[in-house]
């Protein structure tokens, strides 16, 4: 089992920034690939980054390409999530997820609400 929880949400005015991060514990040596999604009110959960555990092949939604920056800290088995000019739209519950290998994403931890002011 891996255990996931998120940390850094918050209320910010449009424009500002954010850093969530995603700390794993337990079979991390497991863990393949870490994701992060969000939903907004009334939406389906979209994808919005990802990388290797192995902290290569970052990669983005096109809605957010530019403005977020996924990375990984090995000394503390944590992913986070730079979230910067951050629009109204970006309001969502942020979630971090986890997959092994050739599995689809089965570790999801609780959410990091992210209100964006206008």
């Known amino acids: 089992q891996v255990q996931l929880v998120e940390s850094g949400g918050g209320l910010v005015q449009a424009g500002g920034s954010l850093r969530l991060s995603c700390a794993a514990s337990g079979r991390t040596n497991s863990i393949y690939n870490m994701g992060w999604f969000r939903q907004a009110p009334g939406k389906e959960r979209e994808f919005v980054a990802r990388i290797r555990w192995s902290g290569d092949s970052p990669y983005y939604a096109d809605s957010v390409k530019g403005r977020f920056t996924i990375s990984r800290d090995n000394a503390v088995n944590t992913v986070y999530l730079q979230v910067n000019s951050l629009k109204p739209e970006d309001t969502a519950v942020y979630y971090c997820?986890?997959?092994?290998?050739?599995?689809?994403?089965?570790?999801w931890g609780q959410g990091t609400q992210v209100t964006v002011s206008s």
């Open positions: 997820a986890a997959r092994r290998q050739g599995q689809d994403y089965e570790y």
